[in-house]
Nanobody, 125 residues
Framework: QVQLAESGGSLVQAGGSLGLSCAAS????????MAWFRQAPGKEREFVAA????????YYGDSVKGRLTISRDNAKNTVYLQMNSLKPEDTAVYFC??????????????????WGQGTQVTVSS
């Protein structure tokens, strides 16, 4: 089992940048595919980005391509989300998630077994 803790959420102006981190407990972090999702008030949880356990493959939702970057440091048990050119529509609670299996769609919430509590990102116009 792994526990996830997000940090870095804040209030930022449109066009600004923000970096999120997700620290994982345990010694098996390198065996999990990781992802970020977000959820705005009244909306379903939305896929943002995913990264394979090796870090060699990354995937992004259409609305964030070219602006957000996912990365990981397996030595530090941490996955990151660098967000640039932020827009008001990026406002949401951001969650990190872990998938211990070798199957499942990377963009589907049901693929991920473990979830963090989320961190709030607010982008003002």
């Amino acid at each position: 089992q792994v526990q996830l803790a997000e940090s870095g959420g804040s209030l930022v102006q449109a066009g600004g940048s923000l970096g999120l981190s997700c620290a994982a407990s345990g010694r098996t972090f390198s065996t999990y595919d990781m992802a970020w999702f977000r959820q705005a008030p009244g909306k379903e949880r939305e896929f943002v980005a995913a990264i394979r356990r090796s870090g060699g493959n990354t995937y992004y939702g259409d609305s964030v391509k070219g602006r957000l970057t996912i990365s990981r440091d397996n030595a530090k048990n941490t996955v990151y989300l660098q967000m640039n050119s932020l827009k008001p529509e990026d406002t949401a609670v951001y969650f990190c998630a872990a998938n211990p299996n070798y199957s499942g769609s990377y963009s589907w919430t049901g693929t991920y077994r473990y979830w963090g509590q989320g961190t709030q990102v607010t982008v003002s116009s």
